[in-house]
């Protein structure tokens, strides 16, 4: 019989960022809890899994008749989800996936109207994020189970658990949008219509055509390694954000920034608003260090400072903040309160293999080389939003090529990249009228 691990090595495996290494230490010796005073990372790790103690979701600011639960055995996940709607059995279901750095609550503005046209309405943390658990939340992790292909299975895996064979809509904001865009063109017998919002889709990556015949091999676009290197020669020097969303040190960045987390979140929530004024974004010509120079330092960062150091100057003053009623302080708290317990590596994993130029990423893709998003599709952006331009040339590629049944295009005035919650009636109304024509209602 082998010999049970020692209470010193269980708590050695604990005080590590490993919820692996505490769940295997903890089931050899058979304790349903650890009688010993872990460290606080091990606290935040246990609680991660402990539902019971931790509070309602949304800090009581989650609108009437959306409520939250937890969904077991989704492609090793349990998923947290905001449902509304789900009074009414038979609905067509309608899934939302959130951005950077949102959660399912980034959603709850829109619900209650998508419920109100009659549909079950699925809002989820996605893998990485918030109350869903089953990911490694260490830099370190396999990053393979945040890969498209992947999050695709847990979209589909989410679907079928609720007792769906289909979604009447999928919606994707910004980190979200990807993974709802390669669902609809991997799975469109799944997902029967798209909305993609903020981050446009240029669609699946190409493979080398006719080459046996003497056609060249396509010339690669510039990298992220090359555009940071180009980026850094500029006066003053700046760096791609998402090459620093890659860094190790990006999750400390954020989650313990010099003027704290809350502060951090303003800032930042704030910037990428329409409310910071300087935000009046265009396209650009081409994806040289130049012409990104032009977008604000949340996108193209100064090169020897972190994120939080970069939104740090632009923190609104205490009359705007009590006066903000997209994003009040209670409904802020609920970011606050969330990455607090989770940090911030896990939500970062995809960025270092859904984007840029990861070469397993792309080998992965590359499978549905010349497949298209053949379904209803629309995209939805704020006016004020340079995520619409920040890769140059993708908007045009999404609505020319990527997207062959795009039928609605939508910038929004007075919205930056935050659009469902800075216009949630006007962004509510097109995703219901969006429904509606493909129901063939009026």
Same mark, same amino acid.
Request: hydrophobic share 40%.
């Given at each position: 019989?082998?010999?049970? *691990? ?29 009688? %010993? ?8 790790? %246990? ?15 989650? *609108? ?13 996940l349990t998923v947290h989800i905001l449902e509304a709607g789900y009074e009414t059995p038979g609905r067509p279901a309608v899934l939302l996936m959130h951005g950077f750095p949102e959660l399912a609550y980034s959603w709850r503005k829109v619900m209650p109207a998508l419920a ?105 676009? %510039? ?8 980026l850094a020669k500029l006066n003053p020097p700046r760096k791609y954000y998402q090459n620093y969303q890659r860094t190790r040190g990006a999750n400390d960045d954020m989650l313990h920034a010099p003027q704290g987390l809350h502060d951090f979140f303003r800032a930042y929530y ?46 609104? *003053? ?43 990423? %792309? ?12 379904? *209803? ?66």
């Amino acid at each position: 019989m082998s010999e049970k *691990p020692s209470v010193d090595a269980i708590f050695n495996a604990i005080s590590k960022p490993s919820r692996r290494a505490f769940l295997t230490a903890a089931a050899a010796v058979g304790l349903g809890r650890l009688l %010993i005073a872990p460290s606080a990372n091990a606290r935040a790790e %246990i609680v991660q899994t402990d539902f019971s103690k931790l509070p309602p979701y949304g800090n009581g600011t989650l *609108p009437a008749g959306v409520r939250s639960r937890h969904i077991a055995n989704v492609n090793g996940l349990t998923v947290h989800i905001l449902e509304a709607g789900y009074e009414t059995p038979g609905r067509p279901a309608v899934l939302l996936m959130h951005g950077f750095p949102e959660l399912a609550y980034s959603w709850r503005k829109v619900m209650p109207a998508l419920a109100d046209a009659g549909y079950h309405v699925i809002a989820t943390d996605q893998r990485g994020y918030g109350r869903t658990t089953g990911w490694d939340d260490s830099y370190d992790a396999d990053p393979d189970a945040f890969r498209i292909l992947n999050m695709t299975r847990d979209a589909v895996g989410l679907v079928f658990a609720l007792g769906y064979r289909s979604v009447a809509m999928v919606v994707g904001h910004d980190a979200g949008a990807p993974v709802a865009s390669w669902s609809a063109l991997i799975r469109p017998d799944i997902f029967h219509s798209l909305t993609i919002m903020s981050s446009p889709f240029e669609g699946a990556p190409a493979l080398p055509f006719d080459t046996a015949n003497g056609a060249p091999l396509p010339r690669p676009g %510039i990298t992220d390694d090359e555009l940071d290197a180009e980026l850094a020669k500029l006066n003053p020097p700046r760096k791609y954000y998402q090459n620093y969303q890659r860094t190790r040190g990006a999750n400390d960045d954020m989650l313990h920034a010099p003027q704290g987390l809350h502060d951090f979140f303003r800032a930042y929530y704030f910037y990428k608003s329409a409310d910071y004024k300087g935000n009046k974004p265009h396209p650009l010509k081409a994806r040289t260090a130049e012409e990104m120079a032009q977008i604000p330092h949340y996108y193209v960062m100064e090169k020897d400072k972190g994120m939080a150091e970069n939104v740090a100057p632009l923190m609104p *003053p205490a009359d705007y903040i009590a006066n903000c009623k997209w994003l009040t302080e209670a409904e802020l708290g609920v970011y606050v309160t969330e990455y607090s317990r989770t940090g911030f590596n896990g939500a970062l994993q995809g960025y270092r293999v859904r984007r840029g130029s990861d070469p397993r990423s %792309i080998a992965e893709m590359q499978t549905f080389s010349g497949r298209t998003i053949d379904v *209803p599709s629309q995209y939805i952006a704020g006016k004020s939003d340079w995520g619409v331009y920040q890769t140059p040339g993708a908007v045009d590629k999404m609505r020319n090529s990527a997207c062959t049944h795009m039928v609605g295009f939508h910038l929004i005035d007075g919205a930056g990249h935050w659009v469902q919650q800075e216009q949630p009636e006007i962004v509510s109304s097109l995703l219901v009228q969006f429904l509606r024509e493909l129901d063939g209602k009026p």
